[in-house]
C-alpha cells in the first residue's frame, strides 16, 4: 500500500518531511517539494517502487531531469539510468494525479514519448503512470514504435514474461538477473473509490454509453474480477484480468498486436463471465456489451487489486461511496446512510438462523449489515478460524448458510438491484435471494414471477427496511390495492348507518409497506421500519396508528434529526419505529376489547337515537320553513326550496345541528381515548430523541453520534422484553 511505501523510504533514508508533512525531501537529489500536490504524492510513491520493488539503485535515479524541446525546458518527471554515470537513460517515467481523466491519460502517453524521443541517449522503456493505473512501453527510436509491455524490468533483468500479475508471487523464490512477478494488492477504501470512480468515468465520458450503462458494464467486470480471484490456481499461475501482452517477435505490426492483446482479453473476461453466471444466472441476465478496448480499459484500473483480500468494510464503503456518488438524486431514496443502518441491525437480536428481509432494500444497505452481524458472531463463536481447519469451516458454515438461505431483498428497480447483488457479492456472499420486485405485490405473485419460495407470509423473524417516502400508489394503477386494509376507508364507529366498503382512491407507499411487512412477518416477529413523523402525529393519519397498535407491541419510536436524510436528497422529519408482531390472539383481543368500549360507550350515550333525534328535528324544521315561504309567496314547496331565503336557512340550520355532532363525536372520542388507556393491557415504549447521528446535513461525518448510546440502552430494552 502507498502509506507503507513512504514509511518505508522514510526508514531507509530515501526521503523526509517537515513537521506538518506539507513538504517532501528526496535526500539524494536534496530536493525539496510540495508534497499537498497530487501528482507529488505520486511521483514519490513511484519513485520508491523503483528502489523498493524494482531494486534500482537511487544513485541511478534522477527526477525533474530537464529535457529541451525546440526553444522551450520542459522536466521530466524520473529517468533511471543504465550506468554509474548517470549518462544513459534507461527508464523514463511520467507521473499524472491519481484523478486524472482518462483523455489526459492519454496524452501523458503521448508527453512521456516526446520526452524520450527528446532525450540525447536512446531511452529504453517508459512508464506512465497516475499512481492507480500503470502503462508501460519499450522505447525503439530507431524504428519510430512502441511495444506495450506488462512491466518495466527490474535491475538486473533483461528478458520478462508477458505478464505481471501471478497468484502466491511471495511464495516463488527469487533468482537473481529473473523476474519477480507481482501478487494482487489490498489496497485502502479511498483508493478502491477512485479506481471504481475512474473507470466508470472512463467508460461513459466518451459518449458511446450513458452513466446508466456504463455502471452496469463495470459492474459486470467486477463481477468478473471477483470470479477470477476465487478460481483456483497454483503459485505462480498468472492471473486471467489483467492485460497480457503480445512481442514483438510474435507480431511486428504495433497496431496489429493490440487488436490481439484486445482480443484475447475480452475471451478472457467473456469466459469468466459465463462461468460465473452459471452459478449465478439471476445477478446478470444480459451479455457484456463492450468493445475490446474498453474492457482494456477498465482492467487497466482493476487488474493489480485483491478484492477479495481486501477488508469488507473498506470495499463495501468503496463500492457503496462510488455507488452514491453515481445515483445521488434521482435514486438517493436507495441508500439510507450507514449510521442509521447500522443503529437500526446494532440493537436487534439478529442471530444466524433468523430469517431477515428487506422489502425495499436498495443498495443492500440492511442486509450487508445484517450479514456482517452475523459473521462477527460467527467469529466470537470461533475465535481461531484463521488457523483451525475445523474452526474455520463452522466458521464459515455458521455465517454463509444464513447468507444464502436466511437472507432475503425485494427491489422495485432492476438496476438498483443488480447493484444491490454486486454490493453482496463484494461483501463475499448474501446476494441469491434478492430479487427484483415490486415490494408491494402478494407473496404468491412474488413466487410466479420468481419462483423463489422463500418469499412466504409469516415466516420472517426480522424486517429492517426504510420505504420509499412520498408517492402514492393509486387504485387505477394498481389493482393490488384493495387487497390492503389500509387501502381501504376505515370503518368509522360513530356512524349512523352501516357504511360498505370504500376502497381510497390511492394510498402512500410507505403506509402501504408497514401492512406488506406485517403480511411477511412471524408472529413475535419484529419491524424496524424508518417513517416521516406525519404518520405519527398528524391527525388524519391515526386510523394508520390505530391498526399499527392493533397489529404490533409498538416497542420504540427513535426520532432522527430534519437533516438525516438531507444528503441523499429527502428533507422529511423521520423517526425509526421498532415493531414486536402481536400473536393472532393477542390481536384479536385488542380489536374485540376496543369494539366492547366503543359499544358500551354508543349504549350509555344513546348517540344513535340522539343522531337519529337530530335527523328529525332537522326534517321538521325544513318542513315548517318551506310551508312558510310557500304560504307567504303563493308557490310551490319545491320552489320554495329554492328561494335565497330557504338556502340561507337550511345552511345556518344543518351548521347548526353539524357543530352539535361534532361535539357529541368529540366527547365520546376524548372517552373513548380515556376507556382505552384505563381498561386496555398497558407496556413501556423506548423513546428517544437523537439530534446528533454522527454527519450533517450535507453527508460529512461529525463527531457526535447519540444513536450509539441510544443503541445501547436500546438493545437492553429489547432484550428484557
Not at 525546458?73 to 533511471?80: G, L, N, R
Not at 520478462?160 to 489490498?186: C, M, R, T, W
Not at 420486485?437 to 420472517?460: C, M, P, Q, W
Not at 425509526?576 to 393472532?584: R, S
Request: proline fraction near 3%.
Amino acid at each position: 500500500m502507498a502509506e507503507s511505501l513512504i514509511e518505508r523510504g522514510i526508514a531507509k533514508g530515501y526521503i523526509s518531511f517537515n513537521k506538518d508533512g506539507s513538504r517532501i525531501t528526496y535526500v539524494n537529489q536534496k530536493k525539496e517539494r510540495n508534497y499537498n500536490n497530487p501528482e507529488e504524492k505520486v511521483q514519490a510513491e513511484t519513485f520508491l517502487k523503483l528502489i523498493l520493488d524494482y531494486n534500482y539503485p537511487v544513485s541511478r535515479i534522477k527526477q525533474f531531469v530537464p529535457v529541451t524541446m525546440g526553444r522551450e525546458v520542459k522536466e521530466a518527471d524520473i529517468v533511471v539510468y543504465a550506468d554509474d554515470m548517470c549518462l544513459s537513460p534507461h527508464i523514463l517515467v511520467e507521473c499524472k494525479r491519481e484523478e486524472v481523466s482518462e483523455v489526459e491519460y492519454q496524452q501523458a502517453i503521448e508527453q512521456a514519448y516526446s520526452y524520450a524521443f527528446a532525450l540525447p541517449s536512446d531511452v529504453k522503456y517508459v512508464w506512465v503512470t497516475s499512481g492507480i493505473k500503470s502503462d508501460y512501453f519499450e522505447v525503439d527510436k530507431s524504428q519510430n514504435t512502441r511495444n506495450q509491455l506488462p512491466d518495466i524490468p527490474q535491475f538486473g533483468v533483461e528478458n520478462i514474461a508477458n505478464y505481471k500479475y501471478v497468484y502466491g508471487a511471495q511464495y516463488l523464490p527469487e533468482e537473481k538477473g529473473k523476474q519477480k512477478f507481482f501478487d494482487l494488492s489490498v489496497i485502502d477504501q479511498s483508493e478502491l473509490t477512485r479506481r471504481f470512480k475512474q473507470a466508470h468515468e472512463a467508460l461513459w465520458a466518451g459518449g458511446q454509453l450513458n452513466p446508466s450503462e456504463a455502471f452496469d458494464e463495470l459492474d459486470k467486470l467486477i463481477f468478473c474480477k471477483i470470479w477470477d480471484e476465487r478460481k483456483d490456481r497454483n503459485f505462480g499461475e498468472p492471473y486471467d484480468f489483467q492485460i497480457i501482452t503480445v512481442s514483438k517477435a510474435e507480431e511486428k505490426d504495433e497496431h496489429k498486436r493490440r487488436l490481439i492483446e484486445n482480443d484475447n482479453l475480452y475471451n478472457r473476461v467473456k469466459a469468466l463471465y459465463e462461468e460465473g453466471r452459471k452459478r449465478d444466472a439471476a445477478v446478470f441476465r444480459d451479455n457484456i456489451r463492450l468493445t475490446p478496448e474498453k474492457i482494456r480499459t477498465v482492467v487497466s484500473y482493476l487488474e493489480s487489486v485483491n478484492l477479495g483480500d481486501t477488508d469488507l468494510d473498506s470495499k463495501g464503503r468503496a463500492f457503496e461511496t462510488f455507488m452514491g456518488s453515481f445515483f445521488r438524486g434521482n435514486f438517493g431514496q436507495y441508500f439510507t446512510p450507514r449510521e442509521i443502518v447500522d443503529f437500526i441491525v446494532d440493537v436487534l437480536p439478529i442471530k444466524n438462523d433468523s430469517k431477515v428481509l428487506d422489502t425495499s432494500c436498495g443498495s443492500g444497505g440492511f442486509l450487508l449489515y445484517a450479514l456482517n452481524k452475523v459473521r462477527n458472531q460467527a467469529s466470537e463463536f470461533y475465535p481461531n478460524h484463521l488457523n483451525d481447519v475445523r474452526q474455520h469451516e463452522r466458521w464459515f458454515k455458521h455465517w454463509h448458510d444464513f447468507a444464502e438461505k436466511n437472507l432475503y431483498g425485494i427491489e422495485i428497480s432492476e438496476q438498483i438491484s443488480r447493484a444491490a447483488k454486486m454490493n453482496m457479492i463484494i461483501h463475499d456472499d448474501g446476494h441469491t435471494n434478492v430479487i427484483t420486485s415490486d415490494g408491494l405485490v402478494s407473496d404468491s405473485t412474488i413466487f410466479e414471477r420468481t419462483a423463489n419460495k422463500g418469499f412466504e407470509y409469516g415466516t420472517f423473524d426480522f424486517i429492517i427496511t426504510n420505504p420509499p417516502f412520498g408517492s402514492t400508489i393509486r387504485q387505477s394503477e394498481q389493482a393490488y390495492l384493495k387487497t390492503y386494509q389500509l387501502g381501504k376507508k376505515e370503518e368509522d364507529w360513530l356512524a349512523v348507518k352501516a357504511q360498505p366498503e370504500t376502497i381510497r382512491d390511492g394510498q402512500s407507499t410507505e403506509v402501504l409497506f408497514i401492512e406488506q411487512d406485517y403480511k411477511f412477518l412471524k408472529e413475535e416477529g419484529f419491524l424496524a421500519i424508518v417513517l416521516p413523523d406525519g404518520i405519527l402525529t398528524n391527525s388524519t393519519m391515526q386510523y394508520v396508528r390505530t391498526q399499527i397498535e392493533d397489529w404490533f407491541r409498538i416497542v420504540a419510536v427513535v426520532s432522527m434529526p430534519q437533516t438525516a436524510f438531507m444528503a441523499n436528497g429527502a428533507g422529511v422529519k423521520s423517526s425509526v419505529l421498532f415493531l414486536k408482531k402481536w400473536k393472532k390472539e393477542q390481536t384479536k383481543g385488542l380489536i374485540d376489547a376496543k369494539k366492547d368500549i366503543e359499544n358500551k360507550l354508543l349504549e350509555d350515550s344513546n348517540y344513535i337515537s340522539q343522531r337519529q333525534t337530530w335527523d328529525l328535528e332537522i326534517k321538521q324544521k325544513q318542513k315548517e320553513k318551506s310551508e312558510e315561504i310557500k304560504n307567504k309567496q303563493r308557490i310551490t314547496v319545491t320552489a320554495a326550496k329554492q328561494t335565497e331565503e330557504y338556502k340561507t336557512f337550511n345552511s345556518e340550520l344543518l351548521a347548526e345541528y353539524a357543530s352539535k355532532v361534532d361535539v357529541l363525536k368529540t366527547q365520546l372520542i376524548e372517552e373513548y381515548q380515556q376507556k382505552k388507556q384505563r381498561e386496555l393491557p398497558d407496556y413501556p415504549i423506548f423513546m428517544a430523541i437523537a439530534e446528533e447521528i454522527g454527519y450533517d446535513a450535507t453527508g460529512k461525518k461529525t463527531a457526535v453520534n447519540e444513536l450509539s448510546i441510544i443503541g445501547q440502552e436500546l438493545k437492553k430494552f429489547i432484550n428484557s422484553l
